[in-house]
């Protein structure tokens, strides 16, 4: 496994391969991560996983200075994944000078995750174009935890005709449930342990649909009610159509309920699809 920090060593070494997958991260590697690995790899001769903390998609307030930063672990876990070339430039390297050139998606990025960290999928959009143009992959792979994400990534390959296939994976859990994450590390014990419910409020308003409940505002609010008692500083639990995040109606039948919610210092967020006959 070569692990390179510059562009042109990326470009030399990447030269002569007959294809390219990439996976995206922002490193401090877990499960999540290694699973996005072992899905694509069979289906190319070289695969680059980019480790690299954009300060562009953090908020003035948010954790950019705290997120950790685990490289040699990394390596470690991409090394037994079976992973090719890692990719972990500095700063300087991605933005040699100030990005004035941004990518700008569309009315998806005002929307809940964008409602409430204004500009980040601006941030995401303008680095993953820059590393897709830096790595020139045929497949880029994406997890569905983020859900928003994979969409305005999506959207963005297909409105720019960027020859790349973007594929998505399923979120990996702890055997609780929980979705996993680098930002779970910021949970003390008790969180830890708190942290479940969540996923649990996610998974009753999705059997409830599925039982035939269509009063969508009222599970919404239900579940926040709940969270919030607990303790939860509750930014959104909503409803949506699977496409584009359109407000779900009682016609839609591919649907997915997405929450984000802030428990002790560490924001958390989950989704799941829901696909009615």
Request: proline share 4%; glycine share 6%; aromatic share 8%.
């Amino acid at each position: 496994m070569d692990v390179i920090t510059t562009v042109s060593e990326l470009r030399k070494r990447l030269s002569y391969e007959k294809s390219v997958a990439l996976v995206p991260t922002m490193g401090n590697l877990h499960a999540g991560h290694i699973q996005l690995i072992k899905e694509v790899k069979p289906r190319t001769a070289c695969l680059v996983t980019s480790i690299f903390v954009n300060r562009l998609q953090f908020g003035p307030s948010e954790d950019f200075n705290r997120y950790p930063r685990t490289l040699e672990s990394d390596c470690q876990y991409l090394l037994d994944a079976g992973c090719d070339v890692v990719f972990a430039p500095n700063e300087q390297e991605i933005y040699p000078t100030v990005q004035e050139y941004t990518v700008d998606p569309s009315e998806l990025q005002h929307i809940l995750e964008g409602a409430f960290r204004p500009g980040h999928f601006r941030g995401v959009a303008t680095v993953v174009l820059k590393l897709f143009n830096m790595v020139q992959p045929q497949i880029a792979i994406f997890g569905k935890k983020d859900y928003q994400q994979y969409l305005v990534l999506k959207d963005m390959v297909a409105q720019l005709a960027l020859p790349i296939e973007i594929v998505s994976a399923e979120t990996v859990r702890a055997n609780d449930g929980l979705a996993l994450s680098s930002r779970n590390g910021y949970l003390t014990a008790s969180e830890r342990e708190e942290a479940i419910q969540l996923y649990q409020q996610l998974s009753t308003i999705k059997n409830a649909i599925l039982s035939g409940n269509r009063d969508y505002a009222h599970l919404e609010k239900m579940a926040t009610v709940f969270l919030n008692s607990r303790g939860w500083q509750t930014d959104y639990i909503a409803i949506r159509a699977q496409d584009h995040l359109r407000e779900a109606t009682a016609k839609d039948t591919r649907l997915v309920v997405l929450g984000a919610s802030k428990l002790g210092k560490t924001r958390l967020i989950d989704n799941l699809e829901i696909e009615l006959s």
